[in-house]
């Protein structure tokens, strides 16, 4: 049977993709989807005595999504793994085309549940390979003001960042505001810049310096709620939640300088996908981190998206939060939330080294297949790393954050071992002049090395057996020919173990040979023969290190 799905699959032939579908009893097949803006009749299949069904379309690079219509009725590809959500509820197939023109389909991981089973939304390739940095304005210089963060974006790029993103830039609310300046994420007016920050031309200039270096600018944007004196409030009252006594309604969680948005209103939505279109036409940003995603109904979110990708079809949005259903059905990435803690219990010895690889296999069964998600130490909700993880295991942490899988980020000052936590509602500077810039020079080193090895943006993610899975943590990442091997002891004692690799990942070329090349380490290069890769022993320091390159010796493949 798999045999026959497989013949029957999409596959490349001579002249573009070719579509198969076996219905001996069916009077007429099409397929439809984004390749013909789901035309249902333009694609018409050619039946063969057989039963099978076939067409074959040209199709360029890109992630595209179908269903045959038999009959009359849409049904999905049943020789095709990959599904994605579809706005009205169901599910489409969907297939990658690759560079070369070859067809990927992907397989959930087994075991895989709920969200687990689809594909995540299409993103753009710059994203895989991004170093997110957050700024706070207000707090990043002296000035406080968008130019002067223009002024050090060489500094930026020279760090490895690679996309900005500008935490909220716009006009605060006055009443009920916390603290002396009140919080940037209770805005009065979406479509100005505070007076304080600078104009939209001061947004333009910090956008186009940072295209020149080759970095991407993404803004703040607070769907959910507004300042509780918004001028909307008053010119569009029915935008706004009322409580039983028709007063409008704060969204909790404490958050008493703000009123939530009633997104049930057409206009309202319009206004906002709109105001979202307004800096993306006007000053060229890529995109958005949307505040509190989970909030706001997925349905705007995927509209925005559309909307957004019709005039800047590489630009992103980033969700604050943790739900697989965004990535599967309306944002490039999302916070992976848990680290930071699960990270502070390692160190600290009440949780094992493992748990982080817990983490990450559970997150696969649970989110989209092709998931990219946002890791990071700290942000602004977040204590600072050092004081959450303390200085110790400092150096492991930031060669974790920029090896595992998914997109990092610095959060403003924390390269610098800024152990302040930005206030956001009082004057707040971050103290460049004492930070600790040997630990700068760490995070530019590994931020350079990501950024210089295919494996580690774009790369598969498998962890490998450690004897010491209590102490030590080891993966492999694999891109073409591009194959890094990590080893990260989270003790203070040198720990010798055995490292394996799964048995998954030998397919019984055992006669071939690896030479294992320490990055920027002291020990000379290792030869490993297949034999070898179920059982190797690596000593590690304190809180050391170890990355491995792997160079083939002969064309022969062990690990795939």
Avoid at 19 to 32: E, G, I, K, N
Wanted: with cysteine; hydrophobic share 35%; proline share 6%.
């Amino acid at each position: 049977m798999d045999a026959i799905t497989k013949q029957l699959s999409p596959t490349r032939i001579h002249g573009g993709i070719r579509f198969r579908y076996l219905d001996p009893c069916a009077s007429s097949v099409t397929v439809a989807g984004d390749f013909n803006d789901w035309h249902e009749t333009s694609c018409r299949l050619t039946h063969y005595p057989c039963g099978v069904w076939e067409t074959v379309i040209p199709l360029k690079k890109g992630v595209y999504q179908y269903k045959f219509i038999v009959d009359g009725e849409w049904t999905h590809d049943p020789s095709n793994p990959c599904k994605m959500l579809n706005e009205f509820g169901g599910t489409n197939s969907a297939l990658e085309v690759t560079d070369d023109g070859d067809v990927l389909l992907l397989r959930p991981s087994p075991g895989a549940r709920g969200y687990g089973k689809y594909r995540a939304v299409p993103s753009p390739d710059w994203v895989r390979d991004a170093v997110i940095y957050e700024v706070f304005p207000r707090a990043f210089s002296e000035e406080g003001t968008l130019d002067s963060a223009r002024r050090r974006i060489p500094e930026l790029s020279d760090l490895g960042v690679t996309c900005i993103w500008l935490m909220p830039i716009h006009p605060i609310g006055v009443a009920a505001r916390k603290g002396s300046l009140g919080s940037p994420y209770a805005i009065s007016d979406y479509r100005s810049i505070h007076p304080d920050l600078g104009t939209i031309d001061d947004l333009k200039r910090l956008v186009r310096t940072a295209h020149r270096y080759g970095m991407k600018v993404i803004m703040d944007f607070v769907a959910n709620h507004s300042a509780a004196d918004c001028p909307l409030q008053w010119s569009h009252p029915k935008w706004y939640k009322r409580d039983c006594h028709g007063r409008p309604q704060s969204p909790g969680f404490g958050w008493t300088d703000v009123l939530g948005f009633d997104y049930r209103n057409r206009d309202l939505r319009n206004y906002m996908i709109e105001t979202m279109c307004y800096y993306v036409r006007e000053c060229d940003i890529d995109g958005y981190r949307c505040d509190v995603a989970a909030l706001v109904p997925t349905d705007f979110w995927r509209e925005a998206r559309a909307a957004l990708k019709r005039i800047k079809p590489d630009a992103i949005l980033l969700a604050e939060s943790h739900e697989p259903s965004h990535n599967a059905m309306a944002f490039d990435l999302t916070y992976e939330e848990n680290l930071p803690r699960i990270l502070q219990k390692v160190f600290f010895g009440t949780l094992s080294a493992r748990a982080i690889r817990n983490l990450i296999e559970q997150d696969r069964l649970t989110f989209p297949v092709e998931s990219i998600r946002m890791r990071y130490l700290e942000n602004h909700d977040q204590p600072r790393a050092l004081e959450l993880i303390g200085t110790r295991g400092l150096r492991v942490a930031v060669a974790l954050l920029f090896t595992l899988d998914g997109v990092p980020l610095i959060h403003n000052g924390q390269e610098i071992g800024e152990s302040k936590r930005v206030c956001l509602f009082e004057p707040f500077k971050i103290q460049w002049e004492s930070g600790d810039y040997i630990l700068r020079d760490l995070y530019r080193h590994f931020s350079h090395m990501r950024k210089a090895i295919p494996a580690l943006t774009r790369g598969s993610l498998s962890f490998l057996n450690v004897a010491r899975d209590d102490s030590v943590l080891a993966y492999y990442r694999e891109y073409g020919d591009s194959r890094i091997v990590v080893l990260l002891n989270f003790t203070g004692e040198t720990v010798t173990t055995r490292v394996g690799a799964p048995s998954e990942l030998i397919q019984g070329f055992t006669d071939a040979g690896y030479l294992f090349i320490e990055l920027h380490g002291q020990t000379s290069p290792i030869y490993i023969s297949g034999q070898n890769l179920l059982g190797k022993e690596v000593t590690l320091d304190p809180y050391g290190i170890r990355i491995y390159s792997l160079e083939a010796i002969n064309p022969c493949r062990c690990i795939a």
